[in-house]
């Protein structure tokens, strides 16, 4: 940004011409400040999510459990940034969630069932002026990496002489389904007190 200031000549006290001297002023760099506060905001709701996903209502035998509203976080996260940030901290909270509980017997499985399956919470900052519809295909999306990993690798272990569609469907819908129900009102809450609009 260039600025113009007027400087007398040498010797002139006012009477005479002034010269006009340019001077280049470096604006404040804006993009770094914004993305330390974006890093900053990954790591705090990341751990919270964490937090709280150690806070078990009840847990599955072989993987999964209900919990005090762990996946809100990402999901506010989502919708207060977007769906890239939102989806960087899903995996980044699902690799954190293996370390954790590791529950592993293939590479792919493993994709599937942690940094995928918390990744695609980020779908819900797709739908920020609507944060229920943005839970709902957050967790939609969830269940779906589950249910893929529970029909190819759970299923054929845990459950060999039961059709592997209905195993996997039962199994991730019996915790999931009652995760969205808690993240949904929770975030209905949170829009109607007017502090998801605060933070959006």
Same mark, same amino acid.
């Given at each position: 940004?260039? !600025? ?20 280049? @002023? ?29 806070? =078990? ?29 939102? +989806? ?19 590479? =792919?499985?493993?994709?599937? /069932? ?17 944060? @229920? ?29 039961? /059709? ?18 808690? !993240?949904?009102?929770?975030?209905? +809450?949170?829009?109607? !007190? ?7």
């Amino acid at each position: 940004m260039l !600025s113009t200031l007027w400087e007398p000549e040498p010797g002139n006290t006012g009477g005479g011409k002034n010269k006009m001297k340019t001077s280049t @002023i470096k604006p404040t760099n804006l993009n770094s400040h914004k993305t330390t506060q974006v890093l900053a905001e990954i790591a705090i709701f990341t751990a919270l999510a964490t937090v709280l996903s150690l806070i =078990i209502i009840y847990p599955l035998p072989q993987g999964g459990s209900i919990t005090l509203a762990s996946m809100v976080p990402i999901l506010w996260l989502a919708l207060r940034r977007g769906p890239i940030i939102g +989806l960087l901290t899903g995996v980044l909270y699902g690799i954190i969630q293996f370390m954790l509980l590791p529950y592993a017997v293939d590479p =792919i499985q493993l994709l599937l /069932d942690y940094p995928l399956a918390f990744g695609v919470l980020g779908l819900a900052g797709f739908f920020q002026k609507n944060p @229920i519809v943005g839970a709902i295909v957050g967790v939609a999306g969830r269940f779906v990496m589950h249910f893929i990993s529970g029909v190819f690798y759970w299923a054929p272990i845990s459950a060999p002489l039961v /059709d592997p569609f209905v195993y996997s469907s039962i199994y991730n819908g019996s915790y999931l389904l009652p995760e969205l129900v808690i !993240s949904g009102v929770i975030l209905y +809450l949170l829009q109607k !007190s007017k502090v998801l609009r605060v933070y959006l």
